[in-house]
């Protein structure tokens, strides 16, 4: 038997105080992987594709060291189409390329994982995913498994 707390629900952005797909994702994360906030800087501006900064970027979330240097940049989209994810990979490869980074993480609600190597550019990107309803389980479980999984890139990346 389903318990009360096990039935169908939805834990999008409006129940946990955030107000899109990426605050539930970062805000789930950060809480399952114990990151303290100055580890994680959303938003981060001052960041350009180009030299002369004429194109810039503003990735989702930054997982920085100790130091504020970045280790892992990530983006969350809650669109679901092949167009909007072969945008959104190469979104994420441009801000590896801009920080100098050779991993990033692209999380997609209900995507199908993958991982998309850049070998000119010496990058690869992540597709992941995380559900943003389900049972309370089915997404606490989605959350705990991404988290490790985020765990093991920062750390073979740093």
Not at 56 to 65: E, K
Not at 90 to 105: D, E, H, I, K, Q
Request: proline content about 4%.
């Amino acid at each position: 038997m389903t318990s009360r707390h096990e039935s169908e629900t939805s834990l999008n952005p409006e129940r946990i105080g955030g107000n899109d797909y990426e605050d539930f994702v970062m805000y789930s994360l950060s809480r399952a992987l114990g990151v303290q906030a100055r580890a994680w800087v959303r938003h981060p501006g001052g960041i350009a594709l180009d030299a002369q900064g004429s194109l810039p970027l503003v990735p989702g979330v930054l997982r920085c060291d100790s130091a504020g240097s970045p280790l892992l940049v990530m983006d969350a989209r809650a669109k679901s189409t092949t167009l909007g994810e072969v945008g959104d990979v190469l979104r994420v490869l441009s801000y590896c390329v801009a920080l100098g980074l050779g991993r990033g993480v692209l999380i997609r609600d209900g995507a199908a994982r993958a991982q998309h190597a850049f070998p000119a550019v010496g990058v690869e990107v992540f597709v992941e995913s995380l559900i943003s309803c389900g049972t309370a389980s089915e997404v606490a479980g989605g959350v705990r498994d991404l988290a490790e999984r985020l765990r093991q890139l920062t750390v073979t990346a740093g």
